[in-house]
């Protein structure tokens, strides 16, 4: 039987809890070369891991969490059986995944930063914290978990951030968004979007389709959930340049940057505000997500429906299917400095964002919304189209106008796949299962 309610005490805090702003986070990958050292690193990971049950006083907004790869249960013994009870794409990793992902060309796995995609990606730490300072104190309780231990090895970090601003580094506010999960404490950030059944973010719990995943063993499973992530590199000076050679104005250079996304750069949604900014609106988060498409703008008018934001979560729009079993926790982290701005000519600086997503279907969160939403327009009637910030090649992009809609053709790559992962994150009580393995 799954529990009545959330176990919030077992689940990571990493899962549910949207991150403070502004924030520092650093990725620290291992490659477990000891399979008792493995074992022994779950042990002390689980203690420093954070939970889900409300925490309080000064380290609420700190957080460690913890990932670990289909290669990295195999390294730490976890039994066969045990890991094709998991999600076959986890069991496949990203870089096998790579067509389905539209990871080619300069963004196929042989081009990636390694050790991203390879087998020796077995762990990966995840600490955030709301500032520099914070950061460093919590990566040192981390770094007590892999000290002296030879059997590990760091083999990759990632420091990245967000910033006051919130803004990514195409200058568009980000993390506005978070569904409400039933359960979780957490609201949602849509008020005309009911809470999401547990199930659609954690093992062990039921789903919007009224059903409960469960692995075997079922405490390796209960309460974990997979996350997807991904270093996507940003062509700012790229994409900069595009918006001007495309717009008579500065004006119309925003506007076309905002039909990209969906929402003007200070965050504030065409669907609300379709022809000017309004930055107040952008910065209240008690408005700037409560909207809809389809009641007001099924043509999409006002929201491009090939927009980033519309094709990612179409919300109540007439698409095949039900819209909610593809919702994903999609969290954006800045890595590298902002190109300054009113730079046009690239640096040759590497800067971009660490994208993470957070459910517990792969296939029809995450895979589905890259490979079907992003990377394809069959579901809003344009099958030539793409995405226009993020997808893969060939990207065509309409902006549906009276009398005749803008078309835009040919429309450069600005988003470069680096690497990526998909991470098994257990809950607290499976991380202490496989510290202490005895196969
Ligand atoms: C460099 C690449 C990307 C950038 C710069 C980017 C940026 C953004 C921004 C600024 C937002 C609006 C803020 C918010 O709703 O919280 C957003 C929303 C979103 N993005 Fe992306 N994104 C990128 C890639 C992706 C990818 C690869 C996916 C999925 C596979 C994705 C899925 C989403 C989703 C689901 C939303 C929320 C839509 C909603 O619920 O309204 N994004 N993105």
């Given at each position: 039987m799954e529990p009545t309610?959330?176990?919030l005490d077992d689940i990571q805090s990493g899962v549910l809890r949207p991150r403070p702003t502004p924030y520092a986070a650093a990725y620290i990958a291992f490659r477990i070369?000891?399979?008792?050292?493995?074992?022994?690193?779950?042990?002390?990971?689980?203690?420093?891991?954070?939970?889900?049950?409300?925490?309080?006083?000064?380290?609420?907004?700190?957080?460690?969490?913890?990932?670990?790869?289909?290669?990295?249960?195999?390294?730490?013994?976890?039994?066969?059986?045990a890991i094709d009870s998991l999600s076959w794409e986890f069991r496949q990793g990203m870089a096998a995944r790579a067509h389905e992902l539209g990871d080619f060309g300069e963004s196929a796995p042989e081009n990636w930063e390694q050790p991203l995609g390879s087998s020796d990606l077995?762990?990966?730490?995840?600490?955030?914290a709301p500032d520099q300072q914070q950061l460093a104190a919590a990566r040192d309780r981390?770094?007590?978990?892999?000290?002296?231990?030879?059997?590990?090895?760091?083999?990759?970090?990632?420091?990245c951030h967000a910033l006051e601003t919130e803004r990514e580094q195409f200058g568009f506010r980000d993390g506005i968004r978070h569904p409400a999960i039933e359960?979780?404490?957490?609201?949602?950030?849509?008020?005309?979007?009911?809470?999401?059944?547990?199930?659609?973010?954690?093992?062990?719990?039921?789903?919007e389709m009224r059903g409960v995943q469960r692995t075997e063993p079922d405490i390796l499973g209960r309460n974990g959930t997979y996350v997807a992530f991904r270093k996507l590199h940003q062509r700012v000076a790229e994409f900069r340049r595009y918006l001007k050679a495309h717009s008579k104005s500065v004006e119309a250079e925003e506007l076309l940057a905002a039909q990209m996304m969906g929402r003007w750069r200070s965050g504030a949604p065409l669907a609300l505000c379709p022809m000017h900014?309004?930055?107040?609106?952008?910065?209240?988060?008690?408005?700037?997500?409560?909207?809809?498409?389809?009641?007001?703008d099924p043509g999409g008018?006002?929201?491009?429906?090939?927009?980033?934001?519309?094709?990612?979560?179409?919300?109540?729009?007439?698409i095949a299917g039900v819209a909610r079993i593809h919702r994903m926790i999609r969290r954006g982290t800045a890595y590298g400095p902002p190109l300054p701005d009113g730079v046009m000519v690239d640096d040759g600086v590497d800067r971009g964002i660490i994208f993470a997503f957070v459910g517990a279907f792969i296939g029809r969160q995450f895979e589905f919304v890259q490979s079907q939403w992003i990377n394809d327009g069959i579901f809003i009637g344009a099958d030539r189209d793409k995405d226009p910030l993020c997808g893969s090649h060939d990207i065509n992009f309409s902006v549906p106008k009276k009398p005749v809609r803008r078309r835009l053709q040919g429309i450069p790559r600005f988003v470069v796949?680096?690497?990526?992962?998909?991470?098994?994150?257990?809950?607290?009580?499976?991380?202490r299962w496989l510290g202490e393995l005895e196969t």
């Open positions: 309610a959330l176990e070369d000891d399979r008792e050292t493995g074992r022994e690193l779950m042990k002390r990971v689980s203690k420093v891991v954070t939970s889900a049950a409300n925490p309080r006083g000064p380290l609420a907004d700190v957080s460690v969490s913890v990932a670990v790869t289909c290669k990295g249960l195999e390294a730490l013994g976890v039994p066969q059986d077995h762990v990966v730490l995840v600490v955030v981390a770094r007590e978990t892999y000290r002296n231990m030879p059997g590990i090895k760091a083999i990759w970090h990632q420091d359960g979780s404490g957490v609201p949602g950030t849509n008020p005309q979007e009911a809470p999401f059944k547990a199930g659609e973010f954690v093992l062990g719990y039921r789903d900014d309004d930055a107040a609106l952008g910065a209240d988060p008690q408005r700037n997500n409560d909207f809809l498409f389809e009641a007001g008018f006002k929201t491009p429906t090939g927009s980033h934001m519309r094709r990612c979560n179409p919300r109540d729009a007439s796949t680096r690497g990526g992962e998909y991470g098994f994150m257990p809950g607290l009580k499976a991380l």
